[in-house]
């Protein structure tokens, strides 16, 4: 199953993003939060436990489990982040979708069209990225 955690819902994607969505089964749309811009990051926290209740309540009613679910999420990004971390520490899989930008420029006026390439998974090495910059900073300071 993919739940679909953005602002674009499956019925407006592209034949090809569809096509290449089928390998997950079925999806779900789950609609992106308004993430107010004042909000701090406790406000941050607590809608990221709200959508973590969100996407268990699909999976009570599907009998899913995190073996079989992958959320594709996009969106502002620092609760796009959390809640990548939330879910990652679950074992659910995080993807995104990538778009090739073509630009056009005409009287004036530049618009711009986002062609779905892929689908790819979010990475879950951030204590492996984490022990590399420490190791990186101490040889560093050594060498000074």
């Not at 006026?109 to 900073?137: I, P, T």
Request: with cysteine; hydrophobic share 35%; charged share 20%.
């Amino acid at each position: 199953m993919l739940i679909n955690l953005s602002n674009h819902p499956y019925a407006i994607w592209s034949n090809e993003q569809k096509c290449s969505a089928q390998v997950y089964g079925s999806i779900i749309d789950l609609p992106f939060p308004y993430i107010d811009p004042a909000g701090d990051e406790g406000y941050i926290q607590s809608l990221c436990d709200e959508y973590l209740q969100k996407i268990d309540a699909i999976c009570k009613d599907d009998t899913c489990d995190a073996s079989t679910i992958t959320v594709h999420i996009m969106g502002e990004m620092t609760f796009t982040l959390s809640m990548i971390n939330v879910l990652q520490n679950r074992g659910i899989i995080c993807i995104a979708s990538t778009t090739e930008r073509v630009t056009k420029v005409e009287n004036g006026v530049k618009s711009s069209e986002f062609r779905f390439v892929n689908f790819r998974k979010y990475s879950n090495n951030g204590k492996r990225c984490h022990q590399f910059h420490a190791k990186s900073a101490t040889s560093i300071g050594a060498t000074e």
